[in-house]
């Protein structure tokens, strides 16, 4: 079998070496880069070649690249980087990798054009000062072969091993079995079309209800189409932790079931990889990340290599997994677990590591050109998320701090940066106000700044203190979407409401806002084979494929569920008024409902309002009227262990109320079955707040879907609800009661955004 490989790929592969090393080095652009290439081709004498293209094979394996240049009157082949500030800062893997890269290039070009000897040399191009360094190395055409057939060894040993793991694995999946004997109602119907989505290489956006096993209904199938070689990998990406746990879950029981099935019972060969944010995998939260610093960056290129093997050498690679083998081999953890993103079949995390704008899973996708089936869980909560990837904002507050601290060679961009916000400060009317762009001379101002700090950070990295430093980067990101400002975002300057301050006192925030992800998010969906959107609410799915970016080629399932009407009785309170100008006469009415509801049947009932200020004032009076009801609530800022136990008792008391924000951490994800809950009261629409933002966001999706108030606050209000509601009913056996509290349920817009199974009272 032939394996094909980039040269650089491949020295990535055998050749880094030396610790990791995670200060900001400010890299050239492409297109800096590009002409720092043409510099130093310009600079040499005729006859001098560029861009020779080279091929070359060993064992079955076949290396292939592009030379930077060839200077035939020295018989020098050249590597061409482009850097910028000081040479000497360079970590040495960097140098390591790019030494290996030019000795696999010698190595092409004699054996192409049948040179006994050469000169191969890194050409350093420095491109602020426009400076060239060059290092030289003298070798026979021997020793580089030496060197060729030594990396593509190392390449190809490893390549071999893949290769018998993806046919190991794909016979196993083959050969596995729906992990229960049979589907749910439902469930079936879902996995057929998430198979097809990926034999079509087309999306799916699909509605489940809760309870029918949505996650094993989609990971199942992608297993079976990676089985076909339809995809090559599954990325299953989550908005909250209980996703990622389930998600896990899901295949153990896979790893359990072909086990029980199997003759011999062995294992099945399929890797699962867990990433985790970096605050929660770093061993020491107290360093930095490079060698001088940190223990387990000291080296870690060169202890890479056995850490990879060791942790490969088993399928599981959850947190637990990946820290043991990586603290065996004295590495970090966190950033072991993105070099094994590049071996494992399936990875599950967060939605940033696809959706993000410098999203590591998305960049691996297209640098490797893989398949993938990507599995959106609980997509309903990809709007929100996206939004806040694609929005960046600067207070003026951190500007100023940034003015004091910063090296005296910043003054003057930060003063120029500091005249034009003030500018546009003095000339705004109101505290809020929305431009059509974003002010040309601030982004000259903003991207000068830049310029400046990237040139002192290239220099001195140490000079800029952390304070400054994240203002920089805030500034960075503020930068890069303001020169991608268009019609799905806003741009906007909020000045801080303080009476008693000077104007020139005040701060002023500055905000490129974004209302629709879908152009963001577009590319995304074209890298991937196939994408899969699920959850329990996307309703209305218009609404999700348009602001979402998903093509009209999405097809579109609505599961009908194994649930029936008379499991769930659904009561509308509709002489109660949940609105703002009502909440004070709404009090009472609530809490002698839900009184009435617990003394006609005592048991655990979670109770939904639309801010915590509102919770508090209706479990006082709760307590007041009815001192006889247990009620617990949940608190603003509620960490993990706070949060386990609020749902604790539910699990451990079988009577009381527990009260809990609408959209918040028990929302949804959270699985009370039985008797652990048996009703809810909901108590608002969901509606977001109406302000001044939400305003202008609204306005703009009204410019561009015509539906600017559903879009907005409307559908993004029910989907809280419906999720909030399904806590309520999670499997074919539980029954329940859920209290619509407001007087706005009776209205036929609302109704169709409700669940079709319930009967409404």
Known sequence: MTYVVAVRAMCEFTAKRGDLDLRFTPAPTSLEGMAGHVAVAGRRASGYQTEITLTGTHRGLTVRGRADGFYPLANRLEEIKTYRGDLTRMPDNHRALHWAQARVYGHLLCRARGLAMLTVALVYFDIGTQKETLLEEFHTARDLEIFFVEQCERFLDWAVQEEAHRAARNAALGALQFPHGQFRSGQRELAVSVYRAARDGKPLMAQAPTGIGKTLATIFPLL????????????FLTAKTPGRALALDAIDTLHRSAAASSSSGSALPLRTLELVARDKACEHPDKACNGESCPLALGFYDRLD???????????????????????????????????????????????YYYD????????????????????????????????MYSASLDQAALRLARKTAPATLRKPLERLQREWSALKRAQTETYQVYGEVPSKLLFAAQKLIGEVTDQLADAPLSIDEASLRF??????FVALAEQFGEHSIFDITISDDRFAPRDKTAATLCVRNVIPAPFLAQRYAAARTTVMFSGTLNPYHFYRDTLGLPESTSWL?????FRAEQLQVRVAGNVSTRW??????LMPIVDLIAR?????????????????????????MRERHPDVPVWAQEPGMDEAARDAFLARFRTHRQGVGFAVLGGAFSEGVDLVGQQLIGAFIATLGLPQINDVNEQMRRTMDAK????????????????VVQAAGRVIRTEQDQGVVHLIDDRYRRAEVRRLLPRWWQVD
């Not at 942790?311 to 004295?330: Q, S, T």
């Not at 410098?358 to 996206?386: K, P």
Request: net charge negative.
């Open 224 to 235: 079976k189409a990676c089985a076909e070689d339809q995809i090559e990998r599954i990325f």
């Open 306 to 352: 056995a850490a990879r093997s060791a942790a490969l050498a088993g399928p599981k690679l959850d947190r637990a997994a990946v820290r043991e083998v990586a603290l065996a081999h004295e590495v970090c953890p966190y950033y072991l677990a993105q070099e094994l993103a590049r071996w494992a079949d399936v990875v599950v995390g967060d939605y940033n």
């Open 558 to 562: 609505d599961v009908e569920g194994p």
């Open 581 to 586: 100008r009502d909440r004070e006469r709404s």
């Open 597 to 621: 509801q617990y003394a006609a049947q005592p048991g655990n009932y979670l109770g939904f309002l639309s801010s915590f200020d509102y919770l508090q004032r209706v479990v006082e009076l």
């Open 357 to 388: 704008s410098s999203a590591m899973l998305y960049a691996l996708t297209q640098i490797n050109q893989w398949r993938v089936g990507v599995l959106v869980d609980e997509a309903h909560n990809l709007l929100d998320r996206a939004r806040r």
């Open 705 to 720: 879907f015509g539906s600017g108030y559903d879009y907005m606050y409307l559908y993004p209000g029910l989907q809280k």
């Open 472 to 477: 920089f980067f805030d500034a960075m990101h």
